[in-house]
């Protein structure tokens, strides 16, 4: 059991690729804390993980409820030796087209809340913890219409950086996983349900190993990220990606035949 006598907050554990790092830690024998906003799904992710897991509705983006939200979950669970702060939203911003509220939302979600859970957190969190944050190949790649969310996952490298040099005075290791194209709910964010399966077969002509990803192979390297395994990975990122950024030139839509 490489997590065993551990305990793990995810946040947006209660779907997609929050739900699956919960359940493979889980089944790592961790302790395991998922949050999220809906009340259902929260329920359900927690009778599928099972006795040890807990669940509480937090919102990312509520700042002023975050110190006591957390305060109250650690006085039921304790301090974390690991969190995935994974939470994270996601919808068209193109320019011309784009609310001041739209931006900020993203950046909200995304990037502010991954800070402040940090500086939250820092009590109860125990020297020689694993922080993750969740960030994505639109860091990397220019999409059409995502510069808010692209801001957003680009600032979570310099930030985790930045964070990963004031922690290490407590070896607390901060790191960062950028999903590419993986098969969760979250496309509902940035297509009408009716579109998707037209979407998932036109990302996966940009994926080199010619699939979509899976939440469980995110979860596989979250697990990696959380545990001792990793004990001298610091400020790094690792993609999940399928080769999209950095062999591009070898996906099917760039194949000769
Ligand atoms: N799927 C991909 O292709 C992909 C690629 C790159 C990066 N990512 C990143 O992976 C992370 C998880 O996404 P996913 O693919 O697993 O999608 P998902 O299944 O839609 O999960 C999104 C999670 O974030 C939570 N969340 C969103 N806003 C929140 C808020 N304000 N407060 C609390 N929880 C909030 C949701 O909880 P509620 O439902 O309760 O709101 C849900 O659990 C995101 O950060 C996303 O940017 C995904």
Same mark, same amino acid.
């Given at each position: 059991?490489?997590?065993?006598?551990?305990?793990?907050?995810?946040?947006?554990?209660?779907?997609?690729?929050?739900?699956?790092?919960?359940? %493979?830690?889980?089944?790592?024998?961790?302790? $395991? $804390?998922?949050?999220?906003?809906?009340?259902?799904?929260?329920?359900?992710?927690?009778?599928?993980?099972?006795?040890?897991?807990?669940?509480?509705?937090?919102?990312?983006? &509520?700042?002023?409820?975050? @110190?006591?939200?957390?305060?109250?979950?650690?006085?039921?669970?304790?301090?974390? &030796?690991?969190?995935?702060?994974?939470?994270? &939203?996601?919808?068209?911003?193109?320019?011309?087209?784009?609310?001041?509220?739209?931006?900020?939302?993203?950046?909200?979600?995304?990037?502010?809340?991954?800070?402040?859970?940090?500086?939250?957190?820092?009590?109860?969190?125990?020297?020689?913890?694993?922080?993750?944050?969740?960030?994505?190949?639109? !860091?990397?790649?220019?999409?059409?219409?995502?510069?808010? #969310?692209?801001?957003?996952?680009?600032?979570?490298?310099?930030?985790?950086?930045?964070?990963?040099?004031?922690?290490?005075? %407590?070896?607390?290791? $901060? !790191?960062?996983?950028?999903?590419? !194209?993986? %098969?969760?709910?979250?496309?509902?964010?940035?297509?009408?349900?009716?579109?998707?399966?037209?979407?998932?077969?036109?990302?996966?002509?940009?994926?080199?190993?010619? %699939?979509?990803?899976?939440?469980?192979?995110?979860?596989?390297?979250?697990?990696?990220?959380?545990?001792? @395994?990793?004990?001298? $990975?610091?400020?790094?990122?690792? #993609?999940?990606?399928?080769?999209?950024?950095?062999?591009?030139?070898?996906?099917?839509?760039?194949?000769?035949?």
């Amino acid at each position: 059991m490489r997590m065993a006598g551990k305990t793990v907050l995810v946040t947006g554990g209660n779907s997609g690729i929050g739900f699956a790092a919960a359940k %493979r830690l889980s089944e790592e024998g961790a302790t $395991v $804390v998922i949050t999220g906003r809906n009340e259902a799904t929260l329920s359900e992710s927690k009778a599928a993980l099972g006795e040890s897991a807990f669940a509480f509705r937090l919102d990312a983006t &509520d700042f002023v409820g975050l @110190e006591s939200g957390l305060a109250s979950i650690v006085r039921d669970v304790g301090n974390f &030796d690991a969190v995935f702060l994974n939470a994270g &939203d996601a919808s068209l911003t193109p320019v011309g087209g784009t609310t001041v509220e739209q931006f900020d939302h993203l950046i909200a979600t995304n990037l502010k809340s991954p800070f402040f859970y940090v500086q939250a957190l820092l009590p109860h969190l125990r020297n020689n913890a694993s922080i993750v944050l969740n960030s994505s190949i639109g !860091n990397a790649i220019g999409m059409p219409g995502m510069a808010a #969310y692209a801001a957003s996952k680009a600032g979570l490298i310099g930030m985790a950086r930045c964070i990963a040099s004031e922690l290490s005075g %407590r070896a607390i290791r $901060v !790191n960062v996983v950028s999903p590419g !194209n993986i %098969r969760t709910p979250f496309w509902r964010t940035v297509a009408d349900a009716a579109l998707i399966p037209a979407v998932h077969e036109f990302a996966t002509r940009s994926v080199p190993l010619g %699939r979509l990803g899976e939440a469980e192979g995110v979860a596989e390297v979250v697990l990696f990220l959380c545990s001792s @395994e990793s004990s001298y $990975v610091q400020a790094t990122e690792l #993609y999940v990606d399928g080769g999209v950024t950095g062999a591009m030139m070898g996906a099917p839509a760039y194949r000769q035949g």
